[in-house]
């Protein structure tokens, strides 16, 4: 019985071995195009956990905020103009229990300045949460870095301290002295003109979505230059319809605030499908991870800190006007 047990199975790994090297060692690609992979995004809406994104059917337009997410935040007013809310999320992985700090700013009714901050002689990045000014009704980190610089455009009280940076899914935001923000793409930077009227201004990447909603193809499905499997904390700032600026910082929530600067988080596509479901027309990423961090400070005094784990060049202030 055992002799013939061994010959069957000699048989059988001797149709393998043919079968294998009949494979061709690089198969005929499908047609079907490259896709997201799979993950889904839900909201606690006070009662129960809502659904409301999946990688499998994620828009490639978004044309105004998504009534589930947006509608599951409850606004507290932080001063004139400035208003904040969280949401509680769970993705797939790492994301499985998330909290997004939500801030809502009418530039028309506050002032904005760019803060930076480097141990004596440049050496090293210098700014957080704990150091911002007194007057801040709301402080974060903003741009990206190379070592202890921003990376691209900075202007600072109207003075350009870096170049434009070149990269196509980079974006700049730039105050102007009238107090409006223009958002400015990479390839516009590179007119003058277009960098004139501008007292404070920084650039960032990726851009999460372009002008009127729409996601960048390279954030629809891999192999286009942005890894869109990566988890991780995130920050952001985005243009609201009604010219409001909206920002957004995602923290781990699984274990409680104490853990909560933990880099653990969504996927980039999944953090743009969260701008564009708050309302965002247009969004650039920030600098998150152990980094991302924020703070609201109320009219009753009380300051609200998410602090991150990592000192950083630059960060945005809004302060009254």
Same mark, same amino acid.
Request: charged content about 20%; cysteine-free.
């Given at each position: 019985?055992?002799?013939?047990?061994?010959? $069957?199975?000699?048989?059988?790994?001797?149709?393998?071995?043919?079968?294998?090297?009949?494979?061709?060692?690089?198969?005929?690609?499908?047609?079907?195009?490259?896709?997201?992979?799979?993950?889904?995004?839900?909201?606690?809406?006070?009662?129960?956990?809502?659904?409301?994104?999946?990688?499998?059917?994620?828009?490639? $337009?978004?044309?105004?905020?998504?009534?589930?997410?947006?509608?599951?935040?409850?606004? $507290?007013?932080?001063?004139?103009?400035?208003?904040?809310?969280?949401?509680?999320?769970?993705?797939?992985? /790492? %994301?499985?229990?998330?909290?997004?700090?939500?801030?809502?700013?009418?530039?028309?009714?506050?002032?904005? $300045?760019?803060?930076?901050?480097?141990?004596?002689?440049?050496?090293?990045?210098?700014?957080?949460?704990?150091?911002?000014?007194?007057?801040?009704? @709301?402080? @974060?980190?903003?741009?990206?870095?190379?070592?202890?610089?921003?990376? *691209?455009?900075?202007?600072?009280? *109207?003075?350009?301290?870096?170049?434009?940076?070149?990269?196509?899914?980079?974006?700049?935001?730039?105050?102007?002295?009238?107090?409006?923000?223009?958002?400015?793409?990479?390839? %516009?930077?590179?007119?003058?003109?277009?960098?004139?009227?501008? @007292?404070?201004?920084?650039?960032?990447?990726?851009?999460?979505?372009? /002008? *009127?909603?729409?996601?960048?193809?390279?954030?629809?499905?891999?192999?286009?230059?942005?890894? @869109?499997?990566?988890?991780?904390?995130?920050?952001?700032?985005?243009?609201?319809?009604?010219?409001?600026?909206?920002?957004?910082?995602?923290?781990?929530?699984?274990?409680?605030?104490?853990?909560?600067?933990?880099?653990?988080?969504?996927?980039?596509? /999944?953090?743009?499908?969260?701008?564009? %479901?708050?309302?965002?027309?247009?969004?650039?990423?920030?600098?998150?991870?152990?980094?991302?961090?924020?703070?609201?400070?109320?009219?009753?005094?009380?300051?609200?800190?998410?602090?991150?784990?990592?000192?950083?060049?630059?960060?945005?202030?809004?302060?009254?006007?």
């Amino acid at each position: 019985m055992k002799v013939r047990t061994a010959l $069957r199975l000699a048989q059988v790994v001797a149709v393998a071995l043919v079968a294998t090297a009949a494979t061709p060692l690089h198969p005929t690609p499908s047609s079907a195009p490259p896709s997201l992979p799979p993950s889904a995004l839900s909201v606690w809406t006070g009662r129960e956990w809502h659904e409301w994104w999946r990688s499998g059917d994620a828009p490639e $337009r978004w044309s105004g905020p998504d009534g589930r997410v947006a509608d599951a935040i409850e606004w $507290r007013r932080a001063r004139d103009g400035v208003e904040w809310g969280e949401l509680r999320l769970a993705g797939s992985g /790492e %994301a499985r229990r998330l909290r997004a700090v939500v801030v809502r700013i009418d530039p028309r009714r506050v002032r904005l $300045r760019l803060d930076t901050a480097f141990t004596r002689g440049g050496e090293r990045a210098a700014w957080n949460v704990e150091a911002a000014r007194s007057d801040a009704i @709301v402080a @974060v980190n903003v741009g990206q870095f190379i070592r202890t610089l921003p990376w *691209g455009w900075v202007v600072l009280d *109207g003075r350009e301290y870096l170049p434009p940076g070149r990269g196509p899914l980079s974006t700049a935001v730039a105050v102007e002295t009238s107090g409006a923000v223009r958002w400015i793409g990479s390839g %516009a930077l590179a007119n003058p003109e277009n960098r004139r009227g501008v @007292v404070a201004a920084f650039q960032s990447y990726p851009t999460l979505l372009a /002008e *009127g909603g729409e996601v960048p193809a390279a954030l629809q499905a891999p192999g286009r230059g942005v890894d @869109v499997e990566h988890r991780d904390a995130r920050l952001g700032i985005g243009l609201l319809a009604d010219g409001r600026l909206l920002l957004v910082l995602t923290r781990f929530d699984a274990l409680g605030e104490s853990l909560g600067s933990l880099p653990f988080g969504p996927t980039i596509p /999944e953090f743009a499908a969260l701008m564009g %479901a708050l309302g965002a027309r247009q969004a650039v990423a920030l600098d998150g991870g152990i980094s991302g961090q924020m703070l609201v400070r109320d009219d009753a005094g009380t300051t609200h800190l998410w602090r991150g784990m990592r000192r950083v060049p630059m960060a945005l202030v809004v302060s009254p006007r």
